[in-house]
Antibody
Framework: QVQLVESGGGVVQPGRSLRLSCATS????????MHWVRQAPGKGLEWVAF????????YYADSVKGRFTLSKDNSKNALYLQMNSLRAEDTAVYYC??????????????WGQGTMVTVSS | DIQMTQSPSSLSASVGDRVTITCQAS??????LNWYQQKPGKAPKLLIY???NLQTGVPSRFSGGGSGTDFTFTISSLQPEDIATYYC??????????FGPGTKVDIK
């Protein structure tokens, strides 16, 4: 059974850092690309970042580029999001999601339950 | 960058009603369009991929259609468990993901 479990959220002051983790099980993690998607309170979904299956390529939304760093540890079946220089507008639930090609189409086919990040003084 | 819009932003319908949501892309995206359901307090769930293909295990009352810039998502007979926000999503060739703003579906 595929599982993705995020952790590391919490309350942090503006300008500080936080590291999110996504622990996975039930699938061959090293064969899959992964995403982080966030959702501000009462708002829609916003894609944050994507990493190739082997960690060799990473892509970021303009809103986090230069501040967030995505990494993937295939030996630990874990995904990480290092968030630096946090701003109030980064307050959101952060989801990790698995990228899977289904019927020739890229999808985010499995999601974790999310972890809440609150940036506030 | 490709922008996605959805309409309506919210709707209320009765149990058994046919419900249709539209999603429009700012440029031709062929049929590279997925639909997700997000129930309150829960993570999103993939329902439709490639504009019209039902994900395994998803009830057949859900369907999708369209291509190019205009897409539809339909619930043929609304059920109480379908109360959720529905998002369209595009994945471009630069591996960036864009979500539509969402459509909240309620029971009247």
């Amino acid at each position: 059974q595929v599982q993705l479990v995020e952790s590391g959220g919490g309350v942090v002051q503006p300008g500080r850092s936080l590291r999110l983790s996504c622990a996975t099980s039930g699938f061959t993690f090293s064969s899959y690309a992964m995403h982080w998607v966030r959702q501000a309170p009462g708002k829609g979904l916003e894609w944050v970042a994507f990493i190739w299956y082997d960690g060799s390529n990473k892509y970021y939304a303009d809103s986090v580029k230069g501040r967030f760093t995505l990494s993937k540890d295939n030996s630990k079946n874990a995904l990480y999001l290092q968030m630096n220089s946090l701003r109030a507008e980064d307050t959101a639930v952060y989801y990790c999601a698995r990228d899977r090609r289904v019927g020739g189409y890229e999808t985010l086919d499995m999601w974790g339950q999310g972890t809440m990040v609150t940036v506030s003084s | 960058d490709i922008q996605m819009t959805q309409s309506p932003s919210s709707l209320s319908a009765s149990v058994g009603d046919r419900v249709t949501i539209t999603c429009q892309a700012s440029q031709d995206i062929s049929n590279s369009l997925n639909w997700y359901q997000q129930k309150p307090g829960k993570a999103p769930k993939l329902l439709i991929y490639g504009a019209s293909n039902l994900q395994t295990g998803v009830p057949s009352r859900f369907s999708g259609g369209g291509s190019g810039t205009d897409f539809t998502f339909t619930i043929s007979s609304l059920q109480p468990e379908d109360i959720a926000t529905y998002y369209c999503q595009h994945y471009d060739n630069l591996l960036r993901v864009t979500f539509g703003p969402g459509t909240k579906v309620d029971i009247k």
